[in-house]
């Protein structure tokens, strides 16, 4: 797989999530996603923001442009150096929120993407990396 | 700081949601919808969306929340203009919106928020009868 662009974005306040929102928007439509699946990829950006910011306190998000042979698609990575996950599988489970959420962020950004992968230290902190395809 | 301005027109309240919401601007408009519910009275809150390019869990907690509120003080809350685009995502997030209605433009909404006012006027003029 090539990555032919890759960006860093902050985590670190709302507004950050808004302008996370944006750039993925912006990115998306370079890489010729239709309405529905850059409206699926950034709402999935946006659930996982804002856990990078409410859970994680805060992190950074990577933006990257791939290409796997003639399909290309755009990675999203997450991460923060937060308190970590202990339990990933409750995690991931809707409902399921140790905050004010409605605890559908990780369940919901995985439906809506194609590739999900999430890997949490507690102590260390969480990466979520999403990828949606053309 | 920024605020959504909000519309009086007869017994109902307009909300146009033409930014991206953020945490302040959201807890903003729930708290000046419901006051200006108590102040004027108002039987139904319309709140346009057509202009939001995605609705995530925060924006629909957001909403949810409102309904709720506005509930408590009599008032019920039509979303109006969703993009389809949207609607397909919310479902696949798995976000209910409980306890709001939905239509499909202002149009409908409103006629949604009128049928409860002219019931409101029905009721209102069986009462006067009983008192003759």
């Known amino acids: ?134 | 700081m920024d605020r959504i301005p909000i519309l009086k027109l007869g017994g109902a309240l307009i909300v146009t949601i033409q930014v991206d919401m953020h945490d302040r601007l959201a807890l903003a408009l729930e708290e000046d919808l419901t006051a200006m519910i108590a102040r004027t009275g108002a039987r139904g809150v319309l709140i346009e969306i057509s202009a939001l390019e995605i609705v995530d869990s925060f924006i629909g907690r957001m909403l949810v929340s409102i309904a709720a509120v506005s509930r408590m003080l009599d008032a019920e809350t039509v979303v109006a203009g969703m993009r389809p685009a949207v609607a397909i995502t919310l479902v696949e997030l798995g976000l209910e919106l409980t306890g709001i209605k939905t239509a499909l433009n202002v149009e409908r909404g409103m006629t949604l928020i009128q049928a409860r006012l002219s019931e409101d006027h029905d009721r209102g003029s069986d009462l006067e009868g009983l008192e003759d």
């Open chain 1, 1 to 134: 797989m090539k990555v032919s662009k890759t960006e860093t974005l902050p985590v670190r306040s709302g507004d950050d999530v808004v302008r996370v929102r944006q750039r993925v928007r912006t990115l998306a439509v370079e890489i010729g996603l239709g309405l529905v699946d850059q409206t699926k990829i950034v709402t999935a950006a946006s659930e996982l923001a804002r856990n990078t910011l409410d859970y994680g306190g805060g992190g950074d998000v990577r933006a990257e442009i791939v290409q796997a042979g003639i399909r290309k698609g755009l990675r999203l990575t997450f991460e923060d150096r937060g308190p970590g996950i202990a339990d990933i599988e409750q995690a991931l489970t809707d409902r399921f929120t140790t905050g004010r959420g409605m605890g559908l962020g990780l369940g919901g950004a995985k439906r809506l993407s194609n590739e999900f992968h999430i890997e949490s230290t507690p102590g260390t902190g969480t990466r979520v990396t999403i990828a949606r395809w053309k």
